[in-house]
C-alpha cells in the first residue's frame, strides 16, 4: 500500500496515468486520489475541482457521448442579508481533465442527480421545486422536452436497453414511468401511502427498478443533509426507511424491506446478481440477492460511504470513507483492503 500519497502539482491527474490503463478516480472537494485498478495502489493525489455548496460536485458515474460528466448542484438560501443566493445548475465536466465546459443555469431551483440515456444523447434533469424533469440534448445543450411529474421529483434513471425512464415523486408516494422515446409517461406504480419514494436505480435485466423510501414528505431530510437548500421541513410519515422493488412490466411493488437507515442509493453488480443499498447516514452497506429480494450480507464499513461504485467485471465494489477507498469483494461479501486516498473522500469513477 502507498502510505505517503504523492501530492502533484499539475491540474489534471491525466498527466500522472498512462493512456490506456485503467485507472479510480475518486474525485472530491479537496483533490482527485487516482488509484491503479489493477494493482490497487494509489498513484497521485491530483487537484480537485471544488464542489458546489449544496452535495457533490460529481454525483454520479454516468457520461454523454463524448465522455463528459453532467452534475447538479441546487439553489442555496443565504444566511445572511449581505450574502448573495446561490442559483441551481447543471455542470457539465470532462471526466479526465476535470475542465467545466458548460454550466446551465436553474434559477432559485432544487435540481438533482442528472441521469443520462443509455446512447449518452439526452441529459434528464429533475427540478424538485417545479415538479418536472428537463431534458437536454448533450451535443447542444438545449431543452427539448420538459416532463411534468408529480410533487418533489428527486431521481431518475434510464434502463439499459432504453425502454424506460423511472422517476419516483417523494410527496406523491409514486413511481413515474416514461417511456424515453416520446417522453410521455406510460405508467405510475404506487409505493404506498407515507413511504415518501426519493431515489431510484434500474436492474441491469431492466425487468425491474429499486426505488429508496425516505418515510418522510417535505424536503428536510435530504436538505439537511446536503446544505439546507430551498423547501419544507421534512415530516415523518411514520413508515420508516426502506427500499421497494418494482416490476417494470406489471407495474406493481413485488418487494418492500425495511432498513434501519436512510438508504440513498444502491448499485447492482453487472450481473445483477447483487444489489448494495447504502447512505451517507450510516456507515455500512446491505446487499440484497435479487433472486430471493433477501439480504444476504451487511457489509460494515470504516465511516459512512459518500458513494459505492462498482467495477466493469462485478469483481470488487469501491467505497469512498474517511480513510480511504475500501475494496469489497463481491464473492465472498467482504472488505478485502482500504486504499489511503491522502485525505480525498467523494465519487469513484473508473476511467
Not at 498512462?18 to 494509489?42: F, N
Request: charged share 15%; hydrophobic share 40%; glycine share 10%.
Amino acid at each position: 500500500m502507498v502510505e505517503s500519497p504523492k501530492q502533484s502539482s499539475v491540474v489534471s491527474p491525466r498527466s500522472e496515468t498512462k493512456a490506456g490503463h485503467p485507472y479510480i478516480y475518486v474525485i472530491g472537494s479537496i483533490g482527485t486520489a487516482v488509484i491503479d485498478a489493477t494493482s490497487l495502489q494509489l498513484v497521485v493525489v491530483a487537484p480537485g475541482i471544488v464542489a458546489g455548496p449544496t452535495g457533490f460536485l460529481v454525483d454520479n458515474h454516468y457520461r454523454d457521448r463524448q465522455g463528459r460528466l453532467w452534475s447538479s448542484s441546487s439553489a442555496f438560501l443565504p444566511l445572511m442579508p449581505w450574502e448573495v443566493p446561490y442559483q441551481g445548475r447543471v455542470s457539465v465536466w470532462d471526466a479526465l481533465t476535470l475542465r467545466n465546459e458548460k454550466t446551465i443555469g436553474l434559477g432559485p431551483n432544487v435540481v438533482n442527480t442528472v441521469g443520462m440515456t443509455p446512447d449518452g444523447k439526452f441529459a434528464v434533469v429533475p427540478i424538485t421545486t417545479a415538479n418536472q424533469l428537463n431534458v437536454y440534448d448533450t451535443e447542444s445543450f438545449e431543452q427539448v422536452a420538459t416532463i411534468r411529474v408529480g410533487v418533489s421529483p428527486w431521481d431518475m434513471m434510464v434502463s439499459a436497453d432504453g425502454k424506460y425512464l423511472c422517476e419516483p415523486d417523494d410527496n406523491s408516494d409514486w413511481l413515474n414511468i416514461v417511456d424515453p422515446k416520446t417522453w410521455k409517461i406510460i405508467g405510475k406504480v404506487l409505493t404506498g401511502e407515507g413511504s415518501g419514494p426519493f431515489m431510484v436505480t434500474i436492474s441491469p435485466s431492466n425487468k425491474f427498478a429499486s426505488v429508496e423510501c425516505s418515510g418522510h414528505h417535505g424536503a428536510g431530510i435530504k436538505a439537511e443533509q446536503y446544505g439546507g437548500v430551498f423547501g419544507p421541513p421534512a415530516v415523518a410519515t411514520g413508515k420508516g426507511f426502506a427500499i421497494k422493488y418494482v416490476d417494470l412490466v406489471s407495474q406493481s411493488v413485488i418487494k418492500s424491506i425495511s432498513l434501519d437507515f436512510l438508504p440513498v442509493w444502491d448499485e447492482y453488480t453487472p450481473n445483477g446478481k447483487y444489489d448494495f443499498i447504502f447512505g451517507p447516514l450510516a456507515a455500512k452497506t446491505v446487499v440484497v440477492n435479487t433472486e430471493t429480494f433477501e439480504i444476504a450480507e451487511t457489509i460494515k464499513l470504516q465511516s459512512p460511504p459518500v458513494y459505492i461504485t462498482p467495477d466493469s467485471n462485478g469483481k470488487y465494489f469501491y467505497a469512498s470513507v474517511k480513510a480511504g477507498l475500501q475494496v469489497i469483494d463481491t464473492s465472498s461479501l467482504q472488505v478485502l483492503d482500504t486504499i489511503p486516498t491522502g485525505g480525498v473522500i467523494g465519487t469513484p469513477l473508473l476511467l
